[in-house]
């Protein structure tokens, strides 16, 4: 099974421009897993449901595919779908 860390997949589908602001809103409680706070080391799942706070908006992601890698937005959106209501 891979293993992927939540702060990367955030910014590997380009929701933070960075590792760092990944981890730092992951720390601050503004990414939820079931409406509990996560840690950065979390491991992604698909599937996985997550709620998202960032400065621009607010979003719930759901987990379709994993990435290890920074990519084009066109290819990172194929990877989780908006399920914001």
Known sequence: MEKL???KY???IRIFKTRT???EAI?????KWNGQAVKPA???SIGD??????????W????????HTRVGFE???KNYSDITS
């Open 60 to 67: 719930t992601i759901e987990v379709t595919g994993l990435l």
């Open 21 to 23: 602001q990944a981890t």
């Open 75 to 77: 290819d990172a959106i």
């Open 49 to 58: 449901k997550y709620s998202i706070k960032t400065p621009a908006r607010r």
């Open 27 to 31: 720390d601050s409680g503004k990414v």
């Open 5 to 7: 860390r939540l702060d």
């Open 10 to 12: 955030l910014w590997a």
């Open 42 to 44: 979390r491991v992604v």
